[in-house]
């Protein structure tokens, strides 16, 4: 798995639109590398129009559905083959849309900021993996499957060395230590290493989708304001 690019391997070509469901906040552009049926149903359900996109997707191409928010889904691979991804995701936070990313975009958000990833001697596989939330003390159980991680000091805010402000270890894996989520503190973007949309369970961390949806909600209500 070491220096691969899979991307294309799993991600769709065209891209498809899902409706959202109830009140409507916005367009989503989702960036499919190896998404889940139930990840796009989650976002739908808080008001998404979420529009799946191809991993090789351009920001353009992105800024043409006038979104409100941009998501990248897990998927295989080394985030350290991804430079175009990472490059993508770079001119998203440039350009202040809130990011929420799971699992590869976890990985892809932690080198956007400009941190490294490393492969992890032993993977993260299946349900059951104890994650303490840092933001509200709360111990969830998690399903996971990773072989990577981020390599970010766990204590403290500590600088984005890409210039995107404070940045805080926000989920951290009671197994082993592992960096399990980042929370951007200057710019709306956080991110998770495991999987909230985990059908089959525990749903422990599917208030994941409703706190990128308040996030995005509140960061539109701001630029009223500006206005």
Do not use: W
Not at 14 to 42: C, P
Not at 122 to 128: A, D, L, P, S, Y
Not at 190 to 218: C, I, K
Request: aromatic content about 8%; hydrophobic content about 40%; proline content about 5%.
């Amino acid at each position: 798995m070491a220096g691969q690019n899979l991307s294309a391997a799993v991600s769709i070509t065209a891209s498809a639109v899902t409706a959202a469901q109830g009140e409507k906040i916005g367009n989503l552009a989702v960036l499919d590398l190896g998404i889940k049926q139930a990840t796009v149903d989650n976002l739908a359900r808080r008001g998404f129009e979420v529009h799946l996109l191809p991993q090789d997707a351009t920001f353009e191409a992105i800024a043409a559905i006038d979104p409100v928010g941009v998501f990248y889904s897990n998927g295989p691979g080394d985030p350290a083959a991804s430079d175009e991804h990472v490059a993508l995701l770079r001119a998203v936070l440039d350009d202040g849309l809130p990011f929420f990313g799971i699992c590869f975009g976890n990985q892809l958000l932690g080198r956007a900021l400009g941190f490294g990833t490393y492969k992890l001697p032993f993977g993260h596989r299946g349900i059951n993996q104890p994650v303490l939330d840092r933001q509200t003390g709360r111990v969830e159980i998690t399903a996971h499957n990773h072989g990577f991680a981020v390599d970010v000091p766990r204590d403290g805010a500590v600088d984005s060395p890409n210039g995107y402000g404070r940045v805080e270890v926000s989920h951290i894996g009671l197994n082993d230590d592992v960096v399990e989520g980042l929370r951007a503190l200057d710019i709306p973007a956080f991110s998770v290493q495991y999987h909230p949309e985990a059908a089959g369970g525990p749903h422990d961390a599917n208030y994941l989708f409703d706190r990128f949806a308040e996030m995005v909600t509140a960061h539109l209500d701001s630029k009223k304001d500006a206005h």
